[in-house]
């Protein structure tokens, strides 16, 4: 196989500006199939536009972007957004469908004659995300913030795309209902093996998550590394002073949290030692 088959999404010198304010600045990077790269940073440091020109919301002032080894410039720009998971910040569900609606939307554009392809679809996405099947039939409004978050992440998933972009998706629910999305989008990772570009700005969600981290300041790249590295051996002042936070954060918490700060699965089973604690087990 040739290295450039193994590459999901690629930014080739890819500068970004609005007027006189370059938001990225030569931006370069690799992302590799099946990598889970969370992006963490300041805010305004670019972030969301990085992750917006993979699907062509966004257009670069200059450089390309590819995905899947062919120029997003190329493709157009509607099938490129069926054909990429987008799940973003808060509700973005639509008020006026149903749960199934809004999650058969785009496998309903993409195979309008099977439907029973689409309904088991529909189903199986239901499950994984951990909603049961009878709130198919529930509007948005009738769900809670965490309920809908989890809708919003089963509609980016049910066109089955290999590539999921995520823009600070959990930022907008409690910690609880947060950390069960977290381990629940680690699961899917593991188990669907698609590409994960997940925007956040929470160092400790960031190094959870990532199988590698991409920090961004001033529309640079400041370290691009597993978390391992990262934690290790962070390569500016910037990084250091991020990680340092965490590992303050890590030295007042539970001992076995930090341990296991890279692994959502292991925080999972924190999280359900914890329950059983609440209940006396
Ligand atoms: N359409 C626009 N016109 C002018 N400036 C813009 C536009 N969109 C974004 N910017 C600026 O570009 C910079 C980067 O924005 P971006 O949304 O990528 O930041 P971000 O890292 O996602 O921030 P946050 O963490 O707050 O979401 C910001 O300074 C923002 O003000
Ligand atoms: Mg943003």
Excluded at 2 to 30: C, M, P
Excluded at 84 to 104: C, D, K, R, W
């Amino acid at each position: 196989m040739s290295e450039t088959t193994d590459i999901a999404i690629e930014y080739r010198d890819v500068t970004k500006a609005y007027g006189e304010k370059t938001v990225l600045s030569h931006f370069d990077l690799r992302v590799q199939k099946g990598e889970f790269l969370t992006i963490v940073g300041s805010s305004g440091c670019g972030k969301t536009t990085a992750l917006k020109m993979v699907n062509r919301l966004i257009e670069p002032t200059s450089g390309d972007v590819l995905v899947g080894g062919r120029n997003v410039r190329d493709v157009d720009a509607i099938e490129l957004r069926r054909s990429i998971g987008y799940a973003i910040q808060g509700s973005v569900l639509f008020p006026h469908m149903t749960v199934e609606e809004n999650v058969s939307y785009v496998p309903n554009l993409l195979n309008r004659r099977d439907r029973a392809r689409t309904e088991r679809a529909v189903s199986k996405w239901m499950d994984i995300v951990g909603l049961p099947q009878d709130m198919l039939d529930r509007y948005p409004a009738e769900l809670s913030g965490g309920q809908q978050q989890r809708v919003g992440i089963a509609r980016a998933l049910a066109a089955s795309p290999d590539t999921l972009l995520m823009d600070e998706p959990f930022g907008a629910v409690d910690e609880i209902t947060r950390g069960q999305l977290q381990t629940e989008i680690a699961r899917i990772h593991r188990e669907c093996g698609i590409t994960i570009m997940f925007v956040t700005h929470d160092i400790g969600e960031a190094l959870r998550l990532g199988t590698r981290v991409l920090v961004l300041d001033a529309g640079r790249i400041q370290q691009y590394g597993t978390p391992q590295e990262i934690l290790a051996r962070p390569a500016t002042e910037f990084v250091e002073r991020l990680v340092a936070r965490q590992r303050h954060a890590c030295d007042l918490s539970d001992e076995r949290l930090c341990a296991c700060e890279h692994s959502g699965a292991a925080r999972a089973e924190a999280a359900l030692l914890a329950q059983g604690a609440d209940k006396g087990e």
